[in-house]
Structure formats: C-alpha cells, structure tokens
T-cell receptor, first 114, second 114 residues
Framework: DAGVIQSPRHEVTEMGQEVTLRCKPI?????LFWYRQTMMRGLELLIY????????DSGMPEDRFSAKMPNASFSTLKIQPSEPRDSAVYFC????????????FGQGTRLTVV | AQSVTQLGSHVSVSEGALVLLRCNYS??????LFWYVQYPNQGLQLLLK??????LVKGINGFEAEFKKSETSFHLTKPSAHMSDAAEYFC????????????FGSGTRLQVQP
C-alpha cells in the first residue's frame, strides 16, 4: 500500500482565496483524521470521520473550515476564505477503528497564506 | 478527558549517550499510549505503542518505553544515541471511551551532538 496520500504537498495562496486540501487514506481503514501542526499550538485534531461520517469536529477553528468524506477513499479539507493565521502544516491520517491501533500519517500539506 | 505532557521541549545528547524523553499521561480510563517520530518535512511515523500487554515495549530503531501506571508515565529510551536519531518525538494517548482519536503532547526535539 502506498500509505496515506495528501495533495498538494505545498500550497501558497493569497488571503481571501479558497483552499482545498485532499487526502486518500489507506485502503481498509475506517477512520480518518485531519490534524494541524503549528509552532505555537503543536498538533491539533481538527476533525475525524468513522465510516465516512464526521464524529467529532470540535477542533475545527471556525466556520471558514469544512471537511467532507464523500467515500471511503477520499476526503477534503476546505478553507474559505483563507487567512494568514491559517498558515500551518495540515496532516491527514487514517487507522482501523479501534483505539488501540496506530494512526498512519500522510506527508502533510504545508499551507502558506500571504 | 485525556492528555499527555512531555517534559522538555528540547533535549541534547552526545552520540553514544543514553536518550531519555519523558511523557506523562492523564486518562480516566486505561490508556493506549504511542510514541511517534517526525523527521524534517515528513509526516509522523510510529515508533512503538502500549496496548495493555507487556509494560515494556520495544519499538523500531532500538527505542523502547516502559508503561508505569503508578507514575502515569511512558518514557522513551534508547541506550545509545545515533546521529540519525535527531528528530522531533511525540507522545500520544488514546482510550476506548470518549473521543477515539490520538491526543498528542507538545513534542520534544532531540539533538545529537557528535
């Protein structure tokens, strides 16, 4: 398996623009997570899905952020409109649904909003 | 609620010296504990995990960790540091109740001096 695949690896956009980050989880994994990593706040869970259904979105910063999982092999995280404070590395991870199993992380998308 | 605290945001050791990275957890139920490593511009990679079997857990690259319930700790050790161990290390916790997603500590950056 190729692992968790995220695209793009890098994104530079202007403030106010819409940004869409994409993720393909490992085949057979029922759980998918979006994390954000910044120097100030470390790794924060934004949202996670079980069987394509959002279970906990309490970490989504505000209404400008939205995430979807239309099928078991694809998820998106959208920011509209983007702001400079959204600059961070966004990670997608997937796992089997049990709490005692590890999450497998993608390489991340480094987002810069100017 | 579950949380982890990593003592020391930066640790520096000499090549060949013992590596000790500290992690303390808080969980109202028996926890599952994980150590991940992150190399520059990479995603997170699992080093080892504790899932209520043996309290001493061996992982990749010569690392191991011991679960101590009485101390609520899960410290990561390696007998002899190698230059290639320089990276950021994250401790994480999960449990069978509540939010079934990894909660990460703030990370410890390990430097290895020649």
């Amino acid at each position: 398996d190729a692992g968790v695949i995220q695209s793009p690896r890098h994104e530079v956009t202007e403030m106010g623009q819409e940004v869409t980050l994409r993720c393909k989880p490992i085949s057979g994994h029922n759980s998918l997570f979006w994390y954000r990593q910044t120097m100030m706040r470390g790794l924060e869970l934004l949202i996670y899905f079980n069987n394509n259904v959002p279970i906990d979105d309490s970490g989504m910063p505000e209404d400008r952020f939205s995430a979807k999982m239309p099928n078991a092999s694809f998820s998106t995280l959208k920011i509209q409109p983007s702001e400079p404070r959204d600059s961070a590395v966004y990670f997608c991870a997937s796992s089997l649904p049990s709490a005692n199993t590890e999450a497998f992380f993608g390489q991340g998308t480094r987002l810069t909003v100017v | 609620a579950q949380s982890v605290t990593q003592l020391g945001s930066h640790v520096s050791v000499s090549e060949g010296a013992l590596v000790l990275l500290r992690c303390n957890y808080s969980s109202s139920v028996p926890p599952y504990l994980f150590w991940y490593v992150q190399y520059p511009n990479q995603g997170l990679q699992l080093l080892l995990k504790y899932t209520s079997a043996a309290t001493l857990v061996k992982g990749i690259n010569g690392f191991e960790a011991e679960f101590k319930k009485s101390e609520t700790s899960f410290h990561l050790t390696k007998p002899s540091a190698h230059m290639s161990d320089a990276a950021e290390y994250f401790c994480a916790v999960n449990s069978d109740t509540g939010r079934r997603a990894l909660t990460f500590g703030s990370g410890t950056r390990l430097q290895v001096q020649p």
